[in-house]
T-cell receptor
Framework: SQQGEEDPQALSIQEGENATMNCSYK?????LQWYRQNSGRGLVHLIL?????REKHSGRLRVTLDTSKKSSSLLITASRAADTASYFC????????????FGQGTTLQVKP | DVKVTQSSRYLVKRTGEKVFLECVQD?????MFWYRQDPGLGLRLIYF???????EKGDIPEGYSVSREKKERFSLILESASTNQTSMYLC????????????FGQGTRLTVV
């Protein structure tokens, strides 16, 4: 079964607009992480939010976490063409062993 | 600089062959993972190891096995390669509780013909 599920699967916006993508999960977690993957490249870590945190910022990125709803959102403000990529959430299971499960990803296209 | 190293960048194997994918990390991490990445399916967990000789099945373990005899090394074995195992394989490591970013190998593009 899928732990992290992203929504939407694909998103197309104009440069300058904001992009929001969501991630839902099923089990208790230690943290939730977001990664970006440009076409043909490896995954790049964007941000990690711990289970006791509700919101975190990094530059143009804002991540929220709602553990009661088992969901997270990633907001990219003032998007640029260079933000075109696939975005994945990953959840680290709570407990002593951090089993890490990735979602299927959201493909974001930012049109210039 | 932290390192996760996969033994091969590209591999071509024949159907029915036994295939070994090796991964080594130099960060003394407890957790090591094998995922496969296919277009539109994200990263799917094959197997996870949280300590030497300890393993746990992921979402798609069928046709695969793993070995972790030393803390730094995690091997993925395809017992009898099939064409539907053609994929990008990613090795990942994290420390015990997993409360840091994950560290990725460069990936192995496996083609089974």
């Amino acid at each position: 079964s899928q732990q992290g599920e992203e929504d939407p699967q694909a998103l197309s916006i104009q440069e300058g607009e904001n992009a929001t993508m969501n991630c839902s999960y099923k089990t208790s977690i230690n943290n939730l992480q977001w990664y970006r993957q440009n076409s043909g490249r490896g995954l790049v870590h964007l941000i990690l939010i711990r289970s006791n945190e509700r919101e975190k910022h990094s530059g143009r990125l804002r991540v929220t976490l709602d553990t009661s709803k088992k969901s997270s959102s990633l907001l990219i403000t003032a998007s640029r063409a260079a933000d075109t990529a696939s975005y994945f959430c990953a959840t680290a299971r709570s407990g002593n062993t951090g089993k890490l499960i990735f979602g299927q990803g959201t493909t974001l296209q930012v049109k210039p | 600089d932290v390192k996760v190293t996969q033994s091969s960048r590209y591999l071509v194997k024949r159907t029915g062959e036994k295939v070994f994918l090796e991964c080594v990390q130099d960060m003394d991490h407890e957790n090591m993972f094998w995922y496969r990445q296919d277009p539109g399916l994200g990263l799917r967990l094959i197997y996870f190891s949280y300590d030497v000789k300890m393993k746990e099945k992921g979402d798609i373990p069928e046709g695969y096995s793993v070995s972790r005899e030393k803390k730094e090394r995690f091997s993925l074995i395809l017992e009898s390669a099939s064409t539907n195992q053609t994929s990008m394989y990613l090795c990942v490591s994290t420390p015990g509780s997993g409360n840091t970013e994950a560290f990725f190998g460069q990936g192995t593009r496996l083609t089974v013909v």
